[in-house]
């Protein structure tokens, strides 16, 4: 098979590390790739928005499958406009349709199918800036902290978590009245603040049948001791260790199920991956929210520790043939930690050299923000590289990661010391 990827993250790097490892797979494109994809596979420069191009590449290089890392082209449409083409409907397309995708591409829709599904989640009501007066009434009958979330794509930025009312309302009016986010923020859904421990649930579904893959748990907070900003993601574990077999029970019965069935029943077809952020509050999982792609740096911790062929898993997704496939799963743990540029999630400079990433043996370096340059790499992005290492604990799989990133260094490196530290 020829495979094409969409993508140019850490995301798109493990996918392009695991897929080149599938006797299935003869030709691997990505586009636009990174100097990782680039170690594996052929980089193509293409948008991932653009489907016209794609659509030209895919025919000219006889792609019978395309793989989609990031939420926008989902979000946009791309697995429809593929179905509508006479050329293209053939070619499996890894990722929902643009129905579907709306549970990532508006907070609101998403919220509205967990209700109607009766799936548990935070309590919430959507406001937008005709509705702004009845949204500051609605914050003063909360508690705090407040949760504000642009319904829209904001690029992983657009939840903010405030302690005081006055802030609140302030941010409230800079999403909705001064477009803080954008469009994203047009409208904003409030919500109660739900107290526990997060993780992730990935699952892979051909819209009959689901896999469970492992779980995974994901530190977004720039500084230690999750403190400052939001970012895309600052490290991750793989399995998630309070996640045993009787809370996972919970997890399929009172979400995956119910997610799978309600997509059936409102004819949202949907073949790709499902990404639910969970809440552990007590001993119940609640939904925070959906994505409807694999996240980042999750896939670095999740795809190392599948034996499975991931192609035969994709081929099996296209043909709707998921529940003849048993996941093989390594049993070790894994970690990443994400090395990103100094500054980031704020301004920060780019085409900084890193230098010893061919002196790492015992931890796997997945590119992300990085790009060849005459025949050096250098950083091109905030989250410039994840460092994975497994172990028999999470606890040694970090210390691994830890060590390897002894033997690294660009200008103004900065990455979390303490990945790991609330389990």
């Known amino acids: 098979m020829n495979i094409l990827i969409l993508g140019s993250g850490g995301r798109e790097h493990a996918f392009a590390w695991k897929i080149a490892q ?60 593929f179905l509508n083409d006479e050329a293209l409907k053939n070619i499996a397309i890894i990722g929902p349709q643009k129905a579907a995708a709306t549970l990532e591409g508006s907070k609101a829709f998403a919220k509205a199918f967990l209700h109607k599904h009766n799936i548990p989640t935070a309590a919430y009501q959507s406001f937008n800036k005709d509705t702004i007066a009845e949204a500051y009434v609605f914050l003063e009958h909360l508690n705090p902290p407040y949760v504000l979330k642009a319904d829209g794509l904001a690029a992983g930025k657009g939840v903010v978590i405030l302690d005081n009312l006055h802030d609140a309302k302030t941010e409230l009016k800079a999403m909705l009245l001064n477009s803080k986010f954008g469009t994203a923020s047009d409208t904003v859904v409030i919500e109660e603040f739900l107290d526990g421990i997060e993780l992730s649930c990935f699952v892979l579904t051909d819209g009959n049948n689901y896999k469970i893959l492992p779980t995974a748990k994901d530190y977004k907070r720039i500084g230690e001791g999750d403190t400052g900003l939001n970012t895309g993601g600052m490290g991750a574990i793989s399995p998630v260790p309070f996640a045993d077999d009787a809370f996972m029970s919970k997890i399929e019965q009172q979400i995956v199920a119910p997610t799978i069935k309600g997509l059936q029943n409102d004819n949202l077809p949907y073949k790709g991956f499902l990404f639910i952020g969970l809440i552990k509050v007590g001993d119940q999982p609640k939904v925070i929210e959906y994505n409807v792609r694999m996240g980042d740096p999750e896939t670095e911790v999740v795809l190392p520790r599948l ?117």
């Open 22 to 81: 599938s006797p299935l797979c003869n030709n691997l494109f990505v586009a636009p790739g990174n100097s990782g994809t680039a170690t594996v596979a052929e980089n193509v420069n293409l948008s991932v928005t653009h489907f016209s191009d794609i659509k030209t590449f895919v025919l000219d290089k006889k792609i019978t499958m395309v793989i989609v890392g990031p939420e926008d082209p989902l979000v946009q449409g791309i697995h429809d406009y």
């Open 307 to 423: 034996n499975t062929d991931l192609v035969q898993l994709f081929k099996a997704v296209a043909e709707q043939k998921l529940d003849t496939i048993t996941l093989d799963i390594d049993k070790r743990a894994a970690a990443t930690v994400m090395l990103v540029s100094g500054g980031y999630p704020e301004a920060y400079e780019k085409e900084k050299e890193i230098v010893g990433i061919e002196t790492i043996s015992k931890s796997i370096v997945f590119h992300a923000g990085a790009k060849l340059q005459n025949t050096k790499v250098v950083t091109s992005g905030g989250r410039v590289m994840a460092i994975t290492s497994y172990g028999d604990t999470y606890q040694d799989a970090i210390k691994k990661s830890y060590q390897s990133i002894e033997k690294l260094k660009f200008d103004k490196m900065y990455y979390r010391k303490d990945i790991g530290f609330d389990l």
